[in-house]
T-cell receptor, first 111, second 112 residues
């Protein structure tokens, strides 16, 4: 099956700086790559996603990039704010199959 | 529109006891999932149901059983709870396998 690796496991940035979280996947058949944000004690919630026919997608301060050749995708958060502090999970899915999640990145934004 | 609802939210069990976690979705989704979340381990799939009438094992099915009662409901049963099953359990659903997953609020289970 698919194997998703996520780095780093923890990340601290100063408020206003950018944060980048990277994931790699193993199965070239994967075509959907969502990112979830999980605040402490809450459920994971979808923040952005990208499909394999697109190289980049932006939504205000967050963006995701996908490199199909290298089998990696990244989450970029610009102008970070304290409310961005959370655990972020990447995932990959093969059409008609289950999701495979990364192990998560704990992001701390220092005011 | 409640989305995915799971109960109970908190439960303490003694080793060897049994219990069932209930999950229901009102989004008319075909696929439903049970995940467990442990520190540093991310979200691991226990069982899933791609469509009503089907269930399949995920990554960590041992010690669990599931029932897809109807299109809306998918329950997770622990027959004989063990301390290793102390975890946060999330139910989730999607329109079909591989589509965006929506999570319930989670169930915190402690086995002593």
């Amino acid at each position: 099956g698919e194997n998703v690796e996520q780095h780093p496991s923890t990340l601290s940035v100063q408020e206003g700086d950018s944060a980048v979280i990277k994931c790699t996947y193993s199965d070239s058949a994967s075509n959907y790559f969502p990112w979830y944000k999980q605040e402490l004690g809450k459920r994971p919630q979808l923040i952005i996603d990208i499909r394999s026919n697109v190289g980049e997608k932006k939504d205000q301060r967050i963006a995701v990039t996908l490199n199909k050749t290298a089998k990696h995708f990244s989450l970029h958060i610009t102008e970070t704010q304290p409310e961005d502090s959370a655990v972020y999970f990447c995932a990959a899915s093969i059409p008609g199959n289950q999701f495979y999640f990364g192990t998560g990145t704990s992001l701390t934004v220092i005011p | 529109n409640a989305g995915v609802t799971q109960t109970p939210k908190f439960q303490v069990l003694k080793t060897g006891q049994s219990m069932t976690l209930q999950c229901a979705q009102d989004m008319n989704h075909n696929s439903m999932y049970w995940y467990r979340q442990d520190p540093g381990m991310g979200l691991r799939l226990i069982y899933y149901s791609a469509s009503e009438g089907t269930t399949d094992k995920g990554e960590v099915p041992n010690g669990y059983n599931v029932s897809r009662l109807n299109k809306r409901e998918f329950s997770l049963r622990l027959e004989s709870a063990a301390p290793s099953q102390t975890s946060v359990y999330f139910c989730a659903s999607s329109k079909k396998p591989g589509n965006t997953i929506y999570f319930g609020e989670g169930s915190w289970l402690t086995v002593v």
